[in-house]
């Protein structure tokens, strides 16, 4: 269905090639076009394209021709015992077949229940039932788009109700049943840790690294709720955490293929020069982590 998607697959023996861009945002344009040469790959919110304009799409496809395009699509809800929206799904499949992009990509989350939108992502249970509804959306999503998303790990501020499994076990079943690449938030793995009480690096080296095709890079803010307990939400609007550059260069070290690295900022824009001096900060992670051993993977919990 995608004769001109790109897979990025590297051989074997060869040097993984890692590319740096940003998330597309229309307040960044005039920037992302002047300054082109300097950025590897970019991304689109598919949602916000479902009813773009012929030129709009015509000015996507062109973008995506010049450097590699992703769709990232934010409110199909597969993490869920439910089944996946046939609507959303047909726009997904419409715009990727007239865009051409290099991959897409969804959250493992739900967004409704019960014919309710919830209005935001949310963690799902960690048990079998939402497995099993899970590995059935990812493989509707798959024959309906014509090929597999990159599946995307969200952060949560409490352990979703009526769990068995931890976080990163689920993500690993989710994996090996469906075989989809992983979409790495590295923000969201630090704030689930920060939330938790967990170290990042364990909780980074517990994932199916030798999944993760790409990653996110984003900033949030401390919140305080109303009994004083502090959460670490991830919210776009700030700059990346050190810790979060500090994850990128482990995560090199241990990924076996080439990441595709994108920055995610959806307001509080800083000025241009900022954002470029991010994305050089990842290249520096990753080329400093391409230059270490990996560690030893820790067991899914």
């Known amino acids: 269905m995608w004769g001109r998607m790109r897979r990025g697959m590297r051989k074997l023996n060869e040097t993984p090639r890692d590319r740096v861009g940003l998330a597309w945002r229309d307040e960044l344009a005039v920037d992302i076009h002047i300054h082109l040469q300097d950025i590897d790959c970019l991304e689109i919110l598919a949602d916000r394209e479902f009813r773009a304009s012929r030129q709009r799409i015509a000015a996507l496809r062109e973008l995506a021709r010049q ?3 992703s769709l990232h699509s934010v409110a199909l809800g597969l993490a869920s015992s439910e089944p996946v929206d046939e609507k959303r799904l047909a726009r997904i499949a419409e715009l990727t077949s007239r865009i051409e992009p290099d991959h897409w990509s969804e959250h493992l989350a739900f967004v409704r229940a019960g014919g309710f ?5 949310a963690a799902a249970p960690y048990r079998p039932e939402t497995l099993e509804g899970t590995l059935r959306n990812v493989e509707r999503a798959r024959r309906v788009v014509g090929s597999l998303p990159h599946l995307e790990n969200i952060a949560t501020s409490i352990r979703p109700p009526g769990s068995s499994w931890s976080e ?3 993500v ?8 989809a690449p992983l979409l790495l938030d590295l923000h969201n793995l630090y704030a689930n840790a920060w939330n938790f009480g967990r170290d990042p690096v364990e909780l980074l080296r517990a994932m199916p690294l030798e999944q993760v095709r ?5 900033g949030g803010c401390v919140v305080r709720d109303a009994a004083g307990v502090a959460r670490l939400v991830d919210d776009h609007l700030h700059d990346p ?3 979060v550059f500090d994850l990128l260069q482990v995560l090199a070290a241990n990924a ?10 959806d307001g509080q824009f800083p000025d241009f020069s900022a954002v470029l001096r991010q994305l050089a900060l990842a290249r520096a992670a990753l080329a400093r982590g391409r230059e270490r051993p990996p560690l ?6």
């Open 214 to 218: 790409s990653v996110h890079l984003s």
């Open 168 to 170: 990163e076990h689920f």
């Open 117 to 121: 939108e919830i209005g935001h992502l």
């Open 256 to 265: 076996t293929c080439g990441l595709t690295v994108i920055l995610e900022r």
């Open 296 to 301: 030893c993977r820790s067991a899914a919990a």
């Open 67 to 69: 450097v590699p395009l």
């Open 172 to 179: 690993g079943q989710v994996l090996q049943g469906t075989r």
């Open 241 to 243: 955490p050190d810790v």
